[in-house]
């Protein structure tokens, strides 16, 4: 009887071990008491600087402001759900703050009994991508040489020349831009950068393996031999610095290195590794994330994404990397290699709606045949940008040698390195600014399309864009000529009229630096359309643009040229807008934004004018709105003359302006 017992009792214990078990993500309802932190200002800040960088937070506060960088979706999760589940003999995996989630791998009988515990949402599936073994496509068998290395530039690109040479890399490099002091987070397969001559160099802040939980992002033992080779490709196609073979564009920016791709099979790149990933880079303070990882078709074709699902909300790594750009990061992804397969389309998490995802062109700027195209499911423009991903020139971790690839993985490296020189060159600019003007320099920008979206990024284009700053309370346009050597510096005019008038404001403009700017934009009362003029040494007068004018409304922090100010492209954040005409007789026009927000189709908006004694006059609006940006006439006939206040208020926000009626 005891021999049957212990039989029995082996059995049992067996049969636990070898039980099938799946990754799941463990939602929870809330996040305990700590929500009541968000509103006592000492109390947030204090956890903020415990999970957070200064960095981080000082990024945050310059996309977010100082009352808005830490919110609910940074909040710990709760230890004590944690703490029930390991009572389960469950064992976490990742912890997802953004989600108020947690991963583990549980049994059937464990998916059961976490479903019953009161504090849990929901429990799902975490999706495992199915990886291609190698893209081979008609444009990687053509061998593309350019032999004209020697270049009148400061650094000797060697045979990678052509790719960067494109995207006008080394006319920024030549001004002494090197994306110094951008901080740079890559997620990909593995980084063998210490053996190989072009990174072992780099300046790499941190590293982490979220397959084996250790700071080991090379191969190690249970790795297969090519686990660390595409994200060493990658890393050195942005970061490579070796003179005469490959000077990546930003070899001088430090770096964050995330393994988030198993390869051990075809089949093991999961989408909560992606996510927590982006957390540590978050807290590490990153200013831009760059992955040439696509997710689209999975193990189990019952739970493959569809085309359906690329709407920029649906999958875990999407939701991430919006997430991620909500607080200040710059996101940048491939677009995908399904050009010419049957999917076609962009994979996630190229669909997200502030999410840069990057195609890939010939070296002679032609869209590849592999290049992902648009529209997302909800059809907006996609790809945002392109840059070369056929024939690229990059280090091999096989005997430390060079050899040339293709794919979307290559291209966005490239677009990375061209926004790391565009934030070192103007450390003021968020990450809303620097997706904007990356935008507006594309070589398509005027009409952008599903194969190439707003063009081929152009780090000369983006540098040379005017952009404006707020310091000190003070709003500065600034201005560089990166195409033009030969300029007399006193020559330099900044011109203006308002755009309701054709009075003509001409400004001197400054000399900092390698640009220009200047501070009468601060006289500025409603929208302007500009341009600015210079002469050489020789006389001649060269006007920029050539043709049309760029426009600046006061108190926004985007300059336009060609993207239009009502475009489809969902506004970043709550905006109210000065009233025009004003002062006025009789009506009057107010603009308002209604931001995008993952967590919401619609936002609750309430306008309201009052007197000069707070009375209320007109309530213009009050209801749910989804993203966009609206307009509403206001009727004052029935008003005396005399100063309004009219306020915008949403969700965690309130702007307050006044406009004058004078009869």
Known sequence: MHFLFKLILVSILITGSIFPQQKYLIYFNDKGETGNILLKPVERNKVAVKTLSAKSINRRIKTLGTDKYFDYDDLPVPEKYISRLRELDIRIINKLKWFNAVSAYLTFSQVEKVKALPFVKKIEPVKKIKIRKKLVTLEEKTLYKNTNFVQNYKYDYGPSFGQYELSQIPEVHNLGITAKGVTIGILDNGFRWKAVSSLMNANVLAEYDFIFHDSVTSNQPGDVKTQDTHGTQVFSILAGFDEGMIVGPAFDADFILAKTEDNRSETHVEEDNYAAALEWMDSLGVDITTSSLGYSQFDDSGTSYTYADMDGKTTIVTRAAEKAFKKGILTITSAGNEGNKNWHYITAPADGFRTLAIGAVTPANVVASFSSRGPSYDGRVKPDL??????????????????????????????????????????????????????????????????????????????????????????????????????????????????NSDVVVPVKMNKNGFHYETTEVNTVNGEIEFWFEVHDTAGNVYRYPESGNYSWESGKENVYFNLPKTEARLPEEFYLSQNYPNPFNGFTTIKYDVPFDENNETLQIKLTVYDILGRKVATLVDKYEKPGTYEILFNGNNLSSGVYIYRLRGENFVQTRKMLLLK
């Open 386 to 499: 392109v840059a070369q991903g056929v024939s690229v020139y990059n280090a091999y971790v096989v005997g430390n040698t060079y050899v040339r690839s293709a794919g979307t993985s290559m291209s966005a490296p490239i677009a990375a390195g061209v926004a790391g020189l565009l934030l070192s060159a103007y450390p003021g600019l968020n990450n809303r600014q620097l997706r904007h003007i990356l935008l507006e320099t594309g070589d398509n920008s005027a009409n952008p399309d599903y194969d190439r979206g707003y063009g081929l990024i152009s780090a000369a284009r983006a540098i040379s864009f005017p952009n404006i700053v707020k310091k000190n309370g003070t709003y500065i346009l600034r201005k560089a000529f990166v195409d033009s050597t030969d300029i007399d510096s006193s020559s330099v005019m900044f011109f203006y009229h308002l755009a």
